[in-house]
């Protein structure tokens, strides 16, 4: 990963300072989602921190699984999860799931029992949430707070042994109901669920919450540095709580930072699922949502979102970024990497009706205007040919220098060509257009006589491919689709996907693979979409257009 942007962050020092003091003899960080839907690119963020981290200070970094809600977690995620986080170049030293250590956490939950600080209350979760107060009032105590150990042990086993139904009864801790923080009100660290879990299967019918399982999955790990988002700040009281009176031999340290917003961007899991559920998209992978296999499928490189979470820095501060910066940093990973191309996606017939009917030749194009050791190509050439639809108008705009009848543009690589006439359907819609060319002005040829002010690409209509051409634009048309008071499903973008049908030059797509990416001349940025191309139709997305007005501040 060399060459990749380093930043320090508040985070990087409290490490620095831990390992000065020797706090630590070395660090131990982790990535823990909840495999209950696809990691987007808010979760990239916190990957590149938490192995980044430990890459640099030569630690460890472990892969969890936060399996303690069986009825929304399935397998599926787990897979993806694994391949997101290999894909962006991380590799995790060790692999765990919560519900490895449902033995140790039940356990400890009756240790909390024993010292009179856990409880089976019979409220339900309506009767609880009234009884826990506001964030002015206090709580008050649930009628069974008082239960004595021994009726509370005996409880909690019957609670284990699936004696009770679902919401019937739940494990509390003990701590205080007039706490000025509400997560310190008898939170619940137990409840009661009749679900097959994708680990375990039947053998558990109560689960932890997670407010409970988390500090004891990062003490059981030895994890010196618990790193999550700010929505957690509160919570930290509880999760030391939770260390402390469990007793646990490591402690280790929470530390927050602010999360990744991004404008046109929903970043909410249980939105994007239902995006893929109300089939607004045609899957979690869909090039236009902002999940890690999403990016992949549209084109997006590993290195360019590793070098966008880079710059972005780690703070306190919650900050929307604008998402046009990801793409900077791809356009600038793609330039020295992606082929060149021609591909025409509005095609428009082009014939040379003085060149050699049952002639061709080969013409020379670079690979890579950006990088010259990818070397040149032979591109076939011959008297019909598609350009852009747009490359043409009969009655040209005002400084408009491309093709139009009488005018004489160069076509990239080839001849100066000259419309001479066009030739329309019966409803009037330009159907071709026939030129001349100037068999003297072949690129490269030394011509030195008249110039022309614009070069067109083109395709040979004889020696192409037919394609088709996926242009994306935002799913999401507010910029601040999380916090503005209109539902994010009023916000879709009718226009995010629109598909075109049009030619590629055949050289560049004779060894091409799904996710192949190529930079279509004055075009774009295009990747082999991995879902529907395949040899017998070529489908590309467009990853980003060449150009964008974003510039990054430096």
Not at 28 to 34: A, G, N, S, W
């Amino acid at each position: 990963m060399s060459g990749e942007r380093e930043n320090s962050n508040f985070i990087r020092n409290i490490v620095i300072d831990d390992l000065k003091t020797g706090k630590h003899d070395s660090i131990i960080t982790r990535f823990p989602p909840e495999p209950n839907g696809y990691l987007h690119i808010g979760h990239a963020k916190s990957i590149c921190l938490n192995f980044g981290l430990a890459k640099e200070f030569e630690g460890r970094v472990n892969l969890r699984f936060d399996d303690t809600n069986p009825v929304k977690e399935d397998v599926e995620y787990v897979d993806s999860i694994k391949e997101d986080v290999s894909w962006l170049g991380f590799d995790w030293n060790e692999l765990h799931f919560a519900s490895d250590y449902f033995e140790e956490m039940h356990k400890r939950a009756v240790l909390l029992i024993n010292k009179g600080l856990a409880y089976v209350d019979d409220l339900n979760a309506d009767q609880i949430r009234e009884y826990r107060g506001t964030l002015t009032e206090p709580g008050k105590e649930s009628p069974y707070r008082n239960r004595s150990v021994k009726e509370n042990l005996d409880l909690f086993e019957r609670m284990k042994n699936g004696e009770f139904a679902d919401g019937e009864k739940v494990l509390r801790a003990k701590i205080d109901m007039a706490s000025p923080n509400i997560n310190f009100r008898d939170p619940v660290i137990y409840r009661i669920s009749h679900s097959e879990h994708h680990n375990t299967g039947n053998k558990w019918c109560i689960y932890p919450m997670y407010a409970f399982a988390h500090p004891l999955e990062d003490a059981i790990e030895h994890i010196t540095h618990s790193i999550c988002t700010l929505e957690f700040e509160d919570q930290r009281p509880f999760y030391d709580w939770v260390v402390r009176e469990t007793e646990m031999d490591s402690v280790p340290r929470q530390i927050e930072f602010a999360r990744l917003n991004m404008t046109n961007t929903v970043m909410s899991k249980r939105k994007l699922k239902q995006l893929v559920d109300e089939n607004v998209t045609d899957g979690w992978d869909d090039p236009r949502m902002p999940t890690i296999s999403g990016l992949r499928r549209r084109g997006y490189t590993p290195e360019s979102i590793r070098n966008f979470c880079s710059e972005i820095g780690v703070s306190k501060a919650d900050s929307t970024i604008d998402s046009q910066m990801l793409d900077f940093f791809l356009r600038e990973d793609l330039q020295p990497k992606a082929p060149l191309a021609m591909a025409v996606i509005d095609p428009l017939k082009l014939v040379i009706t003085n060149y050699p009917e049952d002639e061709s030749e080969e013409i020379e194009i670079e690979n890579n205007a950006k990088n010259e050791e990818m070397g040149t190509r032979m591109v076939s050439f011959s008297r019909e040919l598609y350009v852009e639809r747009d490359d043409f108008m009969e009655v040209p705009a005002k400084k408009y220098f491309r093709l139009f009848p009488g005018n004489e543009v160069r076509l990239k690589g080839g001849y100066f060509v000259k419309c001479n006439e066009v030739i329309k359907d019966k409803n009037g819609n330009v159907i071709q257009i026939n030129c001349t060319y100037d068999p003297e002005t072949r690129s490269g040829s030394g011509f030195v006589g008249r110039k022309v002010k614009a070069t067109i690409h083109w395709v040979d209509a004889n020696n192409c491919r037919p394609a088709e051409f996926r242009l994306y634009e935002p799913l999401i048309l507010d910029n601040d689709p999380e916090n503005k008071g209109k539902h994010f499903l009023e916000q879709i973008n009718e226009n995010s996907l629109i598909i075109k049908n049009g030619f590629v030059e055949k050289t560049a797509t004779e060894n091409l693979n799904k996710n192949d990416k190529l930079q279509f001349i004055r075009n774009g940025f295009y990747c082999v979409d991995n879902k529907y191309s395949s040899d017998d139709k070529l489908v590309f997305n467009r990853i980003v257009p060449l150009k964008s007005s974003f510039k990054l501040n430096k």
